[in-house]
């Protein structure tokens, strides 16, 4: 496409610009003309077949090539050692030499000159020229009045583009990680309602948390496991087939880890956790489902989840012991015991743990990651969290999860208003942090994907709340 260009008085233009040339080619002399020498002899060869020219038989891109050829030339008469004042010359010289090469090609091509005259008919651009020709001898001038997209009317102070203005290109519109987009709410409540998520004060944020979750979700789906909430994965979790959470043979993650070590607790899993849900954790699960009333299908969803960490789980029945035949009454009689003293108090003892010491060491954690199924030292869930603290600050206490936080026997606190800090908030479905006071709490945070430090008097938590359990 040429470049419209409307021009009455171009040889006036133009002539303007040789004048504006003429003082610093007199003080320069011969090297800015045998630069203008050389360019316009660079200009003057035949386009090559198929190439778009103007009247005249000049390309489009004249001017440019007029300006980067010239201020090569110069700067080719000087080496890196140039004293500074020659290298200033040489600028001068490369901005005047493209004034008057554009100002000549206005003169002798039809349609050139406007365009010329605004791409370095003002000392701005000229200096602009040089600038860009000094750093170097193969430097490349280009200029946006050469493009397709502009279009310039009247003289050079009067240019007006054209060119449709510049947007983001258009994309699958899918959030992208680790930014704030009001669409991740929606997602999270869906996780959570799916339970892959602990249930949580929904954010905007598509932080690690809600990566971490839309994993388990592709795990569990069939999908790619990335964690990204693309077109696929979103239309598979908002459909009515997006299947609720659960754990089966093949999988691997922290979850998994977490029913290992509760199974080998009951005796149904000999071997140490491994992250990795095999054939042994499987036979594993189905002997614990039989032995407590439940679908024997090797899935560990909901139901089988609650029940395996509720306090009324069967443990695996233990084997009768062989009976072994008495000792003869030739045998030694066995030394009577010592009597034993009763132990010293240690640190896992209550009376020595304190509600501060709980949240002091609780802020030590604060940022560490959100994972489901993790007690620590530096990944954790909500329950996860509260029993590792609970444990490190001197508190002997059995892991439960958030569900049987709320259900166990410690004191009732029935009113937020009536907590003090070192309570256990126990909020529904399924979530519990450390209040330390000041209407605020330490937990470990699915939606922000980290354990964080926030207000748990917002209008969420109020309608959550379940009660707080009084551990000191």
Same mark, same amino acid.
């Given at each position: 496409?040429?470049?419209?260009?409307?021009?009455?008085?171009?040889?006036?233009?133009?002539?303007?610009?040789?004048?504006?040339?003429?003082?610093?080619?007199?003080?320069?002399?011969?090297?800015?003309?045998?630069?203008?020498?050389?360019?316009?002899?660079?200009?003057?060869?035949?386009?090559?077949?198929?190439?778009?020219?103007?009247?005249?038989?000049?390309?489009?891109?004249?001017?440019?090539?007029?300006?980067?050829?010239?201020?090569?030339?110069?700067?080719?008469?000087?080496?890196?050692?140039?004293?500074?004042?020659?290298?200033?010359?040489?600028?001068?010289?490369?901005?005047?030499?493209?004034?008057?090469?554009?100002?000549?090609?206005?003169?002798?091509?039809?349609?050139?000159?406007?365009?010329?005259?605004?791409?370095?008919?003002?000392?701005?651009?000229?200096?602009?020229?040089?600038?860009?020709?000094?750093?170097?001898?193969?430097?490349?001038?280009?200029?946006?009045?050469?493009?397709?997209?502009?279009?310039?009317?009247?003289?050079?102070?009067?240019?007006?583009?054209?060119?449709?203005?510049?947007?983001?290109?258009?994309?699958?519109?899918?959030?992208?990680?680790?930014?704030?987009?009001?669409?991740?709410?929606?997602?999270?409540?869906?996780?959570?309602?799916?339970?892959?998520?602990?249930?949580?004060?929904?954010?905007?944020?598509?932080?690690?948390?809600?990566?971490?979750?839309?994993?388990?979700?592709?795990?569990?789906?069939?999908?790619?496991?990335?964690?990204?909430?693309?077109?696929?994965?979103?239309?598979?979790?908002?459909?009515?087939?997006?299947?609720?959470?659960?754990?089966?043979?093949?999988?691997?993650?922290?979850?998994?880890?977490?029913?290992?070590?509760?199974?080998?607790?009951?005796?149904?899993?000999?071997?140490?956790?491994?992250?990795?849900?095999?054939?042994?954790?499987?036979?594993?699960?189905?002997?614990?489902?039989?032995?407590?009333?439940?679908?024997?299908?090797?899935?560990?969803?909901? $139901? !089988?989840?609650?029940?395996?960490? %509720?306090?009324?789980? &069967? #443990?695996? *029945?233990? /084997? @009768?012991?062989? $009976? !072994?035949?008495?000792?003869?009454? %030739?045998?030694?009689? &066995? #030394?009577? *015991?010592? /009597? @034993?003293?009763?132990?010293?108090?240690?640190?896992?003892?209550?009376?020595?743990?304190?509600?501060?010491?709980?949240?002091?060491?609780?802020?030590?954690?604060?940022?560490?990651?959100?994972?489901?199924?993790?007690?620590?030292?530096?990944?954790?869930?909500?329950?996860?969290?509260?029993?590792?603290?609970?444990?490190?600050?001197?508190?002997?206490?059995?892991?439960?999860?958030?569900?049987?936080?709320?259900?166990?026997?410690?004191?009732?606190?029935?009113?937020?208003?009536?907590?003090?800090?070192?309570?256990?908030?126990?909020?529904?479905?399924?979530?519990?942090?450390?209040?330390?006071?000041?209407?605020?709490?330490?937990?470990?945070?699915?939606?922000?994907?980290?354990?964080?430090?926030?207000?748990?008097?917002?209008?969420?938590?109020?309608?959550?709340?379940?009660?707080?359990?009084?551990?000191?």
């Amino acid at each position: 496409m040429m470049i419209g260009v409307r021009m009455r008085k171009k040889k006036s233009r133009a002539a303007k610009l040789i004048v504006a040339a003429i003082y610093p080619l007199v003080k320069l002399k011969r090297k800015a003309a045998d630069a203008l020498k050389t360019a316009f002899l660079s200009i003057s060869k035949k386009p090559r077949r198929g190439k778009r020219v103007c009247a005249g038989g000049v390309k489009p891109a004249a001017g440019c090539a007029v300006a980067g050829t010239a201020a090569k030339q110069v700067q080719r008469r000087h080496s890196p050692k140039t004293p500074f004042w020659k290298k200033k010359r040489v600028m001068i010289a490369a901005g005047a030499a493209a004034a008057l090469a554009a100002a000549i090609l206005a003169l002798s091509i039809p349609g050139a000159g406007a365009d010329t005259y605004a791409a370095y008919g003002t000392p701005a651009a000229s200096a602009s020229v040089a600038e860009q020709s000094a750093g170097g001898a193969d430097a490349v001038v280009h200029d946006p009045a050469f493009s397709d997209n502009y279009h310039f009317e009247g003289d050079a102070a009067n240019i007006r583009s054209t060119a449709p203005i510049e947007t983001t290109p258009p994309d699958s519109t899918d959030p992208v990680y680790g930014t704030h987009d009001p669409r991740i709410m929606q997602i999270q409540l869906r996780l959570m309602e799916l339970d892959y998520m602990d249930a949580d004060e929904p954010s905007d944020y598509y932080g690690w948390g809600t990566k971490y979750s839309l994993q388990l979700f592709q795990r569990k789906n069939g999908l790619q496991i990335d964690g990204l909430a693309g077109q696929q994965t979103l239309s598979k979790l908002f459909s009515s087939e997006a299947m609720p959470y659960s754990v089966r043979l093949g999988d691997s993650g922290y979850d998994v880890q977490e029913i290992q070590q509760r199974l080998r607790e009951l005796n149904y899993l000999k071997s140490k956790p491994t992250k990795k849900f095999g054939t042994e954790t499987e036979a594993a699960v189905k002997s614990f489902q039989k032995a407590n009333g439940l679908k024997p299908d090797g899935d560990v969803g909901a $139901k !089988t989840k609650e029940a395996l960490f %509720s306090d009324e789980a &069967k #443990p695996a *029945p233990t /084997p @009768t012991p062989k $009976k !072994t035949p008495k000792p003869s009454s %030739s045998a030694t009689k &066995k #030394p009577s *015991p010592a /009597p @034993t003293k009763a132990p010293d108090k240690t640190p896992d003892d209550p009376d020595k743990s304190s509600a501060q010491a709980l949240i002091d060491f609780a802020k030590t954690k604060l940022g560490c990651k959100y994972v489901r199924g993790g007690k620590g030292p530096d990944t954790f869930d909500c329950s996860g969290f509260v029993y590792y603290c609970l444990k490190h600050s001197g508190y002997k206490i059995r892991y439960m999860t958030s569900r049987q936080w709320a259900k166990c026997d410690l004191p009732k606190v029935s009113s937020m208003s009536d907590m003090k800090p070192g309570d256990i908030i126990c909020y529904s479905p399924n979530h519990v942090g450390i209040y330390i006071g000041g209407g605020q709490m330490i937990d470990a945070s699915s939606s922000n994907g980290m354990v964080v430090q926030r207000s748990c008097f917002t209008s969420y938590w109020r309608s959550h709340f379940i009660c707080a359990r009084r551990v000191f």
